[in-house]
Each structure stands twice: as structure tokens, then as C-alpha cells.
């Protein structure tokens, strides 16, 4: 797929904030027609006011992707407009921060509705139309929790790796319609993901303070502060990367954003679990008590 620009459509998940509207203004920028989906009223209206202002081939739509009534209707209003998707970016997701013990059953399925189903259900939205065809092209936004699980992190990077499994099934069954599904995974990037990990993990506040994992959820909290802070690497960096997803001729089945990326990438390949395991549990200051 070569960037036709203008001819080619792309559908964004939760492309008002963050990752996804990065996305969604750099590929308008570059031609594409871009629905750019999310749940609030009051940010599409913002990124329709700016993508007016700039001129861009971008409208908002309304979708909810852990919502089949809000999902039909957002896909039916692109189909009124155009007759399918060329691109489709699941980018849409949040992080739950907590241990396993501590995470309420009803906090675990929230993470998996939106980053795990919510994906699901967007996609199988779309593909019939894709499949008819025969092209297009599916990002999936992964991260390197989709590989690397550090604790307190054990519901979002499960719904990461899932997410990984379910690209690698996808990958093989639309081999034979020219559909190319492809992982983005990046590692921290400041965007509001933070803010919105800590205002779902207030109902857990005391079991930071003083639960049996206390002292791994500050080296957690202080981790998280300090290498995001750190991080180089911005939401249009990982907006570029997607964009050599789109257009590459041949694409990778995975694309690695931010030094992290590598680094965790070329650990996990070299390194043995008890060594891996050794270097997160020194960051997390995790000892045997005897
Ligand atoms: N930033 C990072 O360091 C990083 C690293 C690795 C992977 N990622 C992944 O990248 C993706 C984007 O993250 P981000 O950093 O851009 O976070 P963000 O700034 O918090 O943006 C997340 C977007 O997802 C939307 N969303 C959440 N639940 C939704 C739902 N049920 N239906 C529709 N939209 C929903 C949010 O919409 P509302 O505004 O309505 O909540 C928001 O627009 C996520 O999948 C995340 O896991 C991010």
C-alpha cells in the first residue's frame, strides 16, 4: 500500500487525546481522509475547530468501543460517507494500575472491555467491507507491556498481551485477503494516560499506603513519574512510526517505539526469565523477606 494519499480513509479509536490524535492530525496532514473517533463531546469538538482551522481532511465521529450500539452507529455514519476503510488504528486503551490480589474482578473486566473487546468489536466492524476488497491495513496498539509485565501492571499488560495473540491470529487469517495486521509498541510517551491510571486507581489509595505491596507500588509510582518524565519520545514521534506502518510496502508484523522499546525487545530475546526477572524486581526493590 503506497501512500495514494488523499484516496485512502483511516478509522482511529480514541483519537481525541494522546497517541491516537497524533495520529489522526499527521496522517490528515499527509492526505488521508481520517474519521477520528471518541467518546467526548466537548475534545472532538476541539479537534474538529482545529482540524478546520488547518484545513485538514478529518471529522470526529461519537464512539464508545465498549458500546455495539455506539460502535453500529459510528461505522454506519462512515459508511454513509465513504464506502470503506482503508486503515484502521485500535488505539483506544487506558492503564489499571494494581496488584493482582488487590484488583476487583469488576476492574480487571473494565481493562479487558475497553483495551481487549473494544478492539474486537471495532474490528469486526470493519472487516467484512476490508475483506471484500482484498486490502487495507490494521494497527494495533500494543505497547511493551505486550511483552514485558512488570508488577502492579498485571491487569493492563495481560490486556496487552492479549492483544499480541490476537494480532498474530489476525495476521495469518487476512494473510490470504491482503490485509496486513501490525503491532505498535511503544514504550512511555507523555500523554494524559497517566493521569486518567491514577484517578481509576484512587479506589486503591490505602491499599498503596499500606497494604501488603505497598512498597512495590511506590517504586511503581516512582518509576512511572520519573522515566515517563524522562522520555524523549513524543506522541508525534510514535505518529510517524505508524505512518511508516502504513505506507511501508512490505510492513513488519511489529514496530517498537521509544529507546524502551529496543531495549526491552533485545532483553527479552536475550536474556533468561530468572535473568529478566532479576533486573525488574532490582527496579521495583522486590527482596525475599528471610
Ligand atoms: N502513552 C504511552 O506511554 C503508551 C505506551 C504504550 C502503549 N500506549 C497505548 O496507546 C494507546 C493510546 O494511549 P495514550 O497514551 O494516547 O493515552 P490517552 O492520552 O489517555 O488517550 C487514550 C484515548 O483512548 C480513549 N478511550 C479510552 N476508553 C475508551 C472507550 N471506551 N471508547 C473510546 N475511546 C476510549 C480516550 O478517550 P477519553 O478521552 O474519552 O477517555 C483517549 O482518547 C493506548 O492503547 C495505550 O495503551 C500508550
Same mark, same amino acid.
Given at each position: 500500500m503506497n501512500a495514494p494519499r488523499g484516496a485512502q480513509t483511516v478509522l482511529i479509536t480514541g483519537a481525541t487525546?494522546?497517541?491516537?490524535?497524533?495520529? *489522526?492530525? #499527521?496522517?490528515?496532514? &499527509?492526505?488521508? %481522509?481520517?474519521?477520528?473517533?471518541?467518546?467526548?463531546?466537548?475534545?472532538?469538538?476541539?479537534?474538529?475547530?482545529?482540524?478546520?482551522e488547518k484545513n485538514l481532511p478529518l471529522e470526529t465521529l461519537e464512539m464508545d468501543v465498549c458500546d455495539d450500539g455506539s460502535v453500529q452507529k459510528a461505522m454506519?455514519?462512515?459508511?454513509?460517507?465513504?464506502?470503506?476503510?482503508?486503515?484502521?488504528?485500535?488505539?483506544?486503551?487506558?492503564?489499571?494500575?494494581?496488584?493482582v490480589e488487590d484488583l476487583r474482578l469488576e476492574d480487571w473486566r473494565r481493562q479487558f472491555e475497553t483495551?481487549?473487546?473494544?478492539?474486537?468489536?471495532?474490528?469486526? *466492524?470493519? #472487516?467484512?467491507?476490508? &475483506?471484500?476488497? %482484498?486490502?487495507?491495513?490494521i494497527l494495533m496498539m500494543s505497547s511493551v507491556s505486550g511483552f514485558v509485565t512488570p508488577p502492579t501492571q498485571g491487569a493492563y499488560s495481560a490486556s496487552k498481551h492479549a492483544i499480541e495473540a490476537l494480532s498474530n491470529a489476525l495476521r495469518h487469517e487476512?494473510?490470504?485477503?491482503?490485509?496486513?495486521?501490525?503491532?505498535?509498541?511503544p514504550g512511555y510517551i507523555m500523554t494524559g494516560i497517566q493521569s486518567t491510571a491514577m484517578n481509576l486507581a484512587q479506589?486503591?489509595?490505602?491499599?498503596?499506603?499500606?497494604?501488603?505491596?505497598?512498597?512495590?507500588?511506590?517504586?511503581?509510582l516512582g518509576n512511572a513519574t520519573s522515566t515517563r518524565a524522562q522520555s524523549k519520545t513524543t506522541p508525534e514521534d510514535c505518529a510517524r512510526v505508524m505512518l511508516k506502518a502504513i505506507e511501508a510496502p512490505r510492513p513488519k508484523a511489529r514496530y517498537g517505539v521509544t529507546p524502551l522499546a529496543t531495549f526491552a525487545k533485545w532483553s527479552k530475546r536475550l536474556l533468561t526469565d530468572s535473568a529478566?526477572?532479576?533486573?525488574?524486581?532490582?527496579?521495583?526493590?522486590?527482596?525475599?523477606?528471610?
Open positions: 487525546d494522546g497517541l491516537g490524535k497524533a495520529a *489522526a492530525l #499527521l496522517l490528515a496532514g &499527509r492526505g488521508y %481522509r481520517v474519521f477520528a473517533a471518541g467518546r467526548s463531546a466537548e475534545k472532538r469538538t476541539q479537534l474538529d475547530a482545529l482540524a478546520k454506519a455514519s462512515v459508511y454513509q460517507r465513504v464506502g470503506a476503510i482503508d486503515v484502521l488504528i485500535n488505539n483506544a486503551g487506558f492503564v489499571q494500575v494494581g496488584g483495551n481487549f473487546f473494544g478492539v474486537i468489536r471495532v474490528t469486526q *466492524a470493519v #472487516l467484512p467491507r476490508m &475483506r471484500e476488497r %482484498r486490502k487495507g491495513r487476512l494473510y490470504p485477503f491482503g490485509i496486513h495486521t501490525i503491532l505498535i509498541q479506589p486503591y489509595q490505602e491499599k498503596f499506603k499500606t497494604g501488603p505491596y505497598a512498597s512495590i507500588y511506590a517504586s511503581y529478566a526477572d532479576r533486573i525488574i524486581r532490582r527496579r521495583y526493590g522486590i527482596s525475599c523477606e528471610d
